[in-house]
């Protein structure tokens, strides 16, 4: 149990909500944003410069390997300030609209570059430049003014020409009450913004959440063992690969890419949903997750093969990033969470099956169980030493 002495927490939260609009000039806009934002990604991809980096040489078990998996190259995106300045001469060659939006199709072009070469050095992505197939355009904030009192927000297309958005007296009003607006995406028919705001919590639990391939399973002390049942979302995953694969090899592209949609569609709700219900039933609450992305780093050696197979068909990343735009969040290293015995702290060399048992002192406990523990300590104990080293440096003890 925590302290009677509350602990409060700012849960930063960021909503994006639509306003639908019907203007003439939005499609010539976004027309012409599609088309400068892809001219931008090819002149950015046509002076990437190609690093060769050699195989990296590794030891394993007393003998050199070749790690054939390293990437043999390396793309370095140029960024000087002399290749900025050609880029944007280009793009202001053909630009009818203030010259800001060029700016702005220059900073989305970079960060689509920029995300495809993370995707890439991690061998997600295959080395093939990035096409815009979606009509949209990314707003910047300097092409914005908002007026809070009026809930207006006004757009800036050239010098003295303006669109209008008005998030007055619209469904969501109420929610975005004082909260901040970001930078707006427009589309045909829409205009999508980001509304900022933040929320202070009074932390009265903390729940170690174990992530399965089938089920997410916490634990705290005063509740005890949640099961969260996730095969629903399996089954509907499993439907579609069904379907995709139907569609596959009939070759019929459309129908594929409209169950790939729909899939990523139903997910998404599936997702929303379940960390909009963890955050209702378990409020005043940080919810602890395994943090994935560390588990990638050291896949190589010795991740755990059902969580890799897990991680494959669980979304999970996706869910941890949804539940950390509703709730608390914290993420802890993930190794042995489910080896180690959470009453003497064996851990285990080798696991199988769902039970956990410990050859030193005796416990058997489903393994989910287990981890979920195991999830909860380590965050206690890295919060506890945290402020042991900040009690140490002279700060006021919270
Ligand atoms: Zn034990």
Redesign the pocket.
């Known amino acids: 149990m925590l302290r009677s002495k509350e602990v409060c927490q700012i849960l930063e939260l960021v909503r994006a909500y639509s306003v639908p609009i019907r203007d003439d000039r939005v499609r010539g806009l976004i027309t012409w944003y599609v088309k400068a934002l892809q001219n931008a990604i090819d002149m950015i991809w046509d002076n990437i410069e190609w690093k060769y980096s050699f195989p990296e040489l590794v030891r394993r078990g007393g003998k050199l390997i070749t790690n054939m998996g390293l990437k043999m190259h390396v793309p370095i995106i140029p960024r000087d300030r002399a290749f900025k300045k050609r880029l944007r001469d280009e793009l202001m060659k053909d630009n009818p609209y203030a010259a800001h939006w060029v700016d702005a199709v220059i900073r989305k072009a970079y960060s689509i570059i920029e995300s495809w070469r993370k995707r890439y050095l991690k061998g997600r992505a295959r080395k093939i430049k990035p096409r815009i197939r979606r009509r949209f355009a990314k707003c910047k904030i300097t092409l914005m003014k908002i007026d809070y009192e009026a809930k207006t927000i006004r757009i800036t297309l050239k010098q003295g020409e303006y669109l209008y958005v008005s998030w007055r007296s619209t469904w969501f009003e109420h929610r975005v009450r004082g909260w901040t607006v970001g930078e707006v995406i427009i589309k045909d028919d829409r205009v999508v913004i980001p509304f900022k705001g933040s929320e202070e919590i009074e932390v009265r639990r903390v729940i170690g959440w174990d992530s399965n391939e089938l089920s997410l399973d916490g634990y705290e002390p005063s509740i005890g063992f949640i099961h969260v049942d996730l095969k629903p979302l399996q089954s509907m995953k499993i439907v579609y690969e069904r379907k995709k694969a139907i569609a596959q090899s009939r070759g019929k592209e459309e129908l594929y890419e409209k169950y790939v949609r729909r899939e990523r569609n139903r997910e998404k709700d599936f997702i929303n949903k379940l960390s909009a219900g963890l955050r209702s039933l378990f409020p005043n609450t940080i919810h602890v997750f395994e943090d994935l992305d560390k588990e990638d780093l050291v896949s190589r050696k010795r991740v755990e093969k059902v969580k890799r197979k897990r991680n494959a068909r669980t979304p999970w990343k996706r869910i941890h990033k949804r539940m950390s735009e509703v709730a608390l969040t914290a993420y802890v290293d993930p190794r042995n969470t489910s080896r180690e ?6 851990v285990v060399e080798t696991q199988e099956g769902h039970v956990f048992e ?6 058997k406990m489903s393994r989910h169980k287990v981890a979920s523990i195991n999830i909860r300590r380590r965050y206690m104990e890295e919060k506890r030493r945290r402020k042991r080293r900040a009690r140490m440096r002279g700060f006021p003890q919270q």
């Open positions: 015995c959470p009453r003497c702290g064996y410990c050859p030193r002192c005796g416990l």
